[in-house]
T-cell receptor, first 111, second 114 residues
Framework: KQEVTQIPAALSVPEGENLVLNCSFT??????LQWFRQDPGKGLTSLLL?????REQTSGRLNASLDKSSGRSTLYIAASQPGDSATYLC??????????FGKGTSLLVTP | GAVVSQHPSWVICKSGTSVKIECRSL??????MFWYRQFPKQSLMLMAT?????????EQGVEKDKFLINHASLTLSTLTVTSAHPEDSSFYIC??????????FGPGTRLTVL
């Protein structure tokens, strides 16, 4: 079964810093990997989806990379803002099946 | 992106009662829907997979007779928590997709069982 781990569990940075969130997965035969944002008590907002054939995806200040051979993905957030404060979830999907989620990284960006 | 709705967004019920949660794909047909559960400070855990027109597949440890799933159409799946107890209090989230494509998540339903 696919196991997904996220490091760190929590992160606090001052506004304006660039930061990296890490995600690792045990089964390299993934179909795709998604990064989500979850605000307290809310549902999920999809940030980036990387298919297994891709190495990275970018959306605005966000960049996600995928290295299947090492079982790792990173989410890079440039010029962080207080509005970026949330929990970020990484999830890996094997073909035709549901997502396996990590426990998330709780991010706090201070003004 | 595609939109998935859930209803209700929150529900409070007494122990022993049943609660139905609806998950709808608003602008696409979801051949497969997934139901997840999230306890406080925990990540999402898959409960079951439902395919339109067939029986749901439940994850290990999830009681199929307690969590009834119906996926009668390509745009609607329902989760019924039967004889709910306080330990069933959780955040329930559904997602819909088409085959192996990207999953789109609903906003979630907060269930509190008194």
């Amino acid at each position: 079964k696919q196991e997904v781990t996220q490091i760190p569990a929590a992160l606090s940075v001052p506004e304006g810093e660039n930061l990296v969130l890490n995600c690792s997965f045990t089964d390299s035969a993934i179909y795709n990997l998604q990064w989500f944002r979850q605000d307290p008590g809310k549902g999920l907002t999809s940030l980036l989806l990387i298919q297994s054939s891709q190495r990275e995806q970018t959306s605005g200040r966000l960049n996600a990379s995928l290295d299947k051979s090492s079982g790792r993905s990173t989410l890079y957030i440039a010029a962080s803002q207080p509005g970026d404060s949330a929990t970020y979830l990484c999830a890996a999907s094997n073909s035709g099946y549901a997502l396996n989620f990590g426990k998330g990284t709780s991010l706090l960006v201070t003004p | 992106g595609a939109v998935v709705s859930q209803h209700p967004s929150w529900v409070i019920c007494k122990s022993g009662t049943s609660v139905k949660i609806e998950c709808r794909s608003l602008d696409f047909q979801a051949t497969t829907m997934f139901w997840y559960r999230q306890f406080p400070k925990q990540s999402l855990m898959l409960m079951a997979t439902s395919n339109e027109g067939s029986k749901a597949t439940y994850e290990q440890g999830v009681e199929k007779d307690k969590f009834l799933i119906n996926h009668a159409s390509l745009t609607l799946s329902t989760l019924t928590v039967t004889s709910a107890h306080p330990e069933d209090s959780s955040f329930y989230i559904c997602s819909g997709g088409q085959g192996d494509n990207e999953q789109f998540f609903g906003p979630g339903t907060r269930l509190t069982v008194l």
